[in-house]
């Protein structure tokens, strides 16, 4: 099992916990993982594959449909609700 696929098994058990917590509580643990996931993403492709790092890109878009959603409006200048 090569590093990558190790610490990209933890990411997940952390986005896991993460998900587990109010929303109050989410913030700084899910800011954290969204800013790490892309390069856990590149190191797996590098290490396993482009097929391994596109499958990657697509469970972590699913897994932060939200916040990348949220990120892309503040973006566009539009003032999204957050939730409570």
């Known amino acids: 099992m090569t590093p990558s696929l190790i610490l990209s098994a933890l990411w997940v058990i952390a986005a ?7 929303m109050r509580h ?10 790490v996931a892309p390069v856990l993403i590149v190191w797996l492709a590098v ?3 482009w097929i ?5 890109t697509l469970a972590f878009v699913s897994m932060f449909r939200n916040p990348l ?4 409006a503040r973006l566009r200048g539009q003032r999204p609700e957050v939730p409570k």
């Open 16 to 22: 896991t916990v993460t998900a587990l917590l109010p």
């Open 26 to 35: 989410q913030y700084v643990p899910g800011l954290a993982l969204l800013l």
């Open 47 to 49: 290490d396993l594959g």
């Open 52 to 56: 391994v790092g596109l499958v990657a």
């Open 69 to 72: 959603r949220y990120l892309i």
